[in-house]
């Protein structure tokens, strides 16, 4: 049901706009001819149309881990935006059904057409690269914002996917991951490990793997590092671990990057195993980097009984996003206890992703899918920093209600973010993770990160 509007505009005479008529001398008066008054700026208002957001996910691959986290996320926040803090523009903002693909190769453009054909104005997307690549055509055909939470391979970005700047990513692209694990790789030092600056990577085969791969080559080639070995394998079959084991030992590396699923403890409790002499003791020792779908708690998963003791303790993982605060925490509890073993990632970044289109939309005072792409980099680099939609929006309307404008700097559940040029995250916050020797997770460090140049 409609929230009752406010009007803006109610009560504001001429003279606020500076815009008033004034008197001027007439023929034969001192002064000569009449006068004609400036030409007055449009009032600024607030558009009666609601906003309308789609959205799609996948059940398929490393998403699939993270689904249920985003979809939940998602509606919390259209919960708070509507229910606590009385909507946008006099209306409830529209969420409408998720989609959810099953597999991957679907045609996504029937399915846009059908959300632009509702009303949608923004897209919140959680699919892969392949997928959000192939969807583009029909974005830009229906003029949708896309606020993507998930993913992070450089080929979206490529010459011939044609955005029309529309689209924005919220997590960490390949080009960050790669400087922060070619920084690892550079700066080891163990007489255990293998040579500073060298990498074994491991991933399953997919245009995210591949593109990582490429920068962490790109990076580590100038500072004289090198990637070793790599293996690619199809997504959630890693086949013969103790092969890919054996292959990574042939020249062992400065650090090891495990960039898939939770098949990663599997190959961690090989390579533990394959690397202790006959008193248990570690002859070679190599750190590894564990992508977010394999940064879980591996005690609490069947796979437990299966791994060595103290095969993750040379292990980190990360998950986009800042702390996980008590209110979030809480949020998600509440919908399912569930979380407590799966875990929160990128519902951080869902929950933001629904706030800051309405925030966009109320700075731009527009719903269009245009506008809303324009104001988002906006919302979150502004002068008056928040943490809320209700305190953000506070700012903005109290600035409108005397014809003027004010910025904001939304510092959501994620953390702090900025969107670089075009409109990946530039700055922001991620996790970091460890293991005990018990394979149980640790509670993560939130730091920051900022893309070179």
Known sequence: MA?????????????VLGAGALTGCGPGRRGGGPTSPPPSAPKLTEPDTPLVIGQIGAAYGRMAVFEEAIAVSIEEA?????????GLFGHEVVLLDRYVMQEPG???????????????TCLITSIDEESLIAAMPAVVEAGLAVIDVFTSGMDVRAEEVQTSNLLMRLAPDDRILAVQYGDIALGADSDKGGAQGTVAFVSEDTSQ???LRQELELYLNPLGGRIVSEQFYAVGDIGDIGARVKQVLKEPPALLVLNGGQESASFLSALHEATADED???TIEIPAQLSPAATVDYSQLPIAEELAPECLTSAAGFQPGGEITGEHEAMMLNRSSGFLRTGYAYSQQGYDAFT????????????????LAAAVPSILTGAESCTDYEACRRVMRTALEAQGRATVAYVGRSGK???GPRSDARIGEMRRYGWSAENVLEEGTATSFEAAG
Do not use: K, Y
Not at 106 to 120: F, H, M, S
Not at 360 to 371: D, I, K, W, Y
């Open 3 to 15: 929230i009752t509007r406010r009007d803006l505009v109610r009560g504001f005479g001429a003279g």
């Open 78 to 86: 259209q919960i708070d935006v509507n229910a606590r803090w009385g």
């Open 106 to 120: 679907e045609d996504l453009a029937p399915v846009i057409e059908d959300l632009a054909g509702e009303g949608a």
């Open 209 to 211: 793997g591949r593109s």
């Open 280 to 282: 248990g003791r570690r």
């Open 356 to 371: 800051m289109a309405c925030l966009a939309a109320q700075h731009a005072l527009s719903v269009t899918g245009t506008a």
């Open 417 to 419: 973010l900025e969107l």
